[in-house]
């Protein structure tokens, strides 16, 4: 579930991937040692000593739920350039540190959070520790790499715009959110974007980098008590406190709607998307059920139907994503241009389905061991388990939420994926990606 790159198959993915979809590895995991310093900086530590390796993730409440049209894309562009050099290091010798520890450092920006991550061997946990925080606390933020940053990312937005799921995506969020932020692209607007300088990138990083809206997170072989110490002492000079409260955003739109865009491409694509609850409320673990029971792999329903018995779609699925505010779920399928009208109405004809009649025991049982095994499978490695620490956290859910979770999946019954399905599957916004006649 961490940031990836946003090519088509990945925002497929890593929507998918932004949420706890699967079931706890077998046996109780490491229990988690938990800090919170007098500047407010919260550090998570998982002993974890099945492998000599470490990872760490930085995670701070940064993101497009803080962005504007106007500077869309800020988050984003300033963790690129924040890896690109220090007051210390080079863009060069911060590889190169890494590469010599056994490891690798990135960062990324995201929705509700941003991340700088790294692993390494397990034995170079302090110099793993020192080079994230000097990527984090000493930015250089050089000229040139802000120039060379700024080239890849209009490219990847003009690359967005040219692919037809990515488009229709983008566009369905839109207008799903209307003035909400979270209806604004991850990579920002062409527009925001060209305006960016240095100046503008160090006020957002001096306003988000405080403690108080910043979790570490560390899981491998290593010392709960002696990490504890060493970040403590790295991140002493960090300033205090969460800065300005958050303002609240407008809230989303959410008004049914229909909207066509015609593109040159060799499939259609139908997007259904509906408001969805946030992490924290407690029809969040109905609906992840019902994400899986209507796109959940071959088993799913649309699948099953609209793929194997009538095969209507290349490509289908729904997902639902994790969301600290109000979320989405959205249906997608693509397909020939010469079957779209009846692929529409058959994804809707599924909805209406699932919506009017209790899912069979079976059905259901298949469904809650398909997330919940996901989960599992996606939270085997250290530098996962990093992040879903301090993601959890980050969020307001706590680092132990994943516990709660998995038990409330395994209490979601039939009656409880109808009422969420009567809920929140009620009226769709649809966006149509249609080919241009050849």
Not at 74 to 96: D, P
Not at 195 to 213: E, F, I, M
Request: hydrophobic share 45%; glycine share 8%; proline share 9%.
């Amino acid at each position: 579930m961490s940031p990836k790159p946003l090519s088509l198959c990945l925002i497929v993915t890593g929507a998918l991937a932004v949420l706890p979809p699967a079931a706890p590895a077998a046996g109780p995991a490491p229990p988690v040692f938990r800090q919170r310093y007098a500047n407010g900086l919260t550090l998570l530590v998982r002993e974890n000593p099945a492998a000599p390796v470490v990872a760490v993730s930085l995670q701070v409440r940064m993101g497009t739920r803080w962005e504007r049209p106007e500077n869309a894309g800020l988050s984003n562009f300033l963790q690129h350039v924040m890896v690109k050099g220090t007051t210390r290091r080079s863009a060069m010798e911060i590889a190169e540190a890494a590469e010599e520890i056994g490891g690798a450092v990135s960062a990324s920006g995201d929705t509700d959070f941003s991340e700088i991550r790294g692993t390494a061997l397990a034995g170079n946990w302090r110099a793993l520790l020192e080079l994230v925080a000097d990527v984090g606390l000493r930015p250089s933020l050089p000229p040139d790499e802000i120039e060379r940053e700024r080239g890849v990312i209009l490219s990847q937005i003009e690359s967005r715009g040219d692919l037809p799921f990515p488009l229709a995506f983008d566009t369905l969020l839109a207008t799903l959110y209307g003035p909400h932020p979270y209806g604004l692209p991850v990579l920002g607007r062409r527009q925001a974007v060209e305006r960016v300088d240095r100046a503008l990138l160090l006020d957002h990083y001096r306003r988000h980098y405080r403690a108080g809206r910043i979790v570490v997170a560390v899981s491998g072989q290593v010392s709960a008590p002696a990490v504890a110490e060493e970040v403590g002492r790295l991140w002493a000079d960090l300033p205090a406190g969460g800065g300005a409260p958050d303002p609240s955003p407008p809230p989303p739109a959410g008004a049914p709607a229909r909207q066509i865009l015609e593109r040159p491409a060799a499939q259609a694509q139908i997007l259904m998307g509906y408001l969805a609850p946030p992490l924290s409320d407690p029809d969040y673990p109905a609906v992840k059920v019902l994400s899986t029971l209507v796109g959940g792999g071959m088993s799913g329903r649309l699948f099953a139907e609209l793929r194997n018995r009538q095969g209507l779609a290349y490509s289908l699925g729904a997902f639902f994503p994790s969301r600290v505010e109000t979320s989405f779920f959205v249906i997608h399928m693509g397909t020939a241009p010469e079957n779209l009208e009846r692929a529409e109405e058959g994804v809707r004809r599924e909805t209406a389905r699932i919506r009017q009649d209790e899912v069979a025991e079976d059905e259901l049982q298949r469904a809650k061991a398909y997330l919940l095994g996901n989960l599992a499978l996606d939270r085997r490695t250290n530098a996962r388990q990093a992040w879903y620490l301090a993601f959890f956290e980050l969020a307001g859910v706590g680092h132990e939420f994943l516990d709660r979770y998995v038990a409330a999946v395994e209490a979601v019954i039939a009656e409880d994926v109808l009422r969420a399905a009567r809920r929140y599957l009620a009226s769709p916004t649809v966006t149509v990606l249609k080919p241009l006649p050849k």
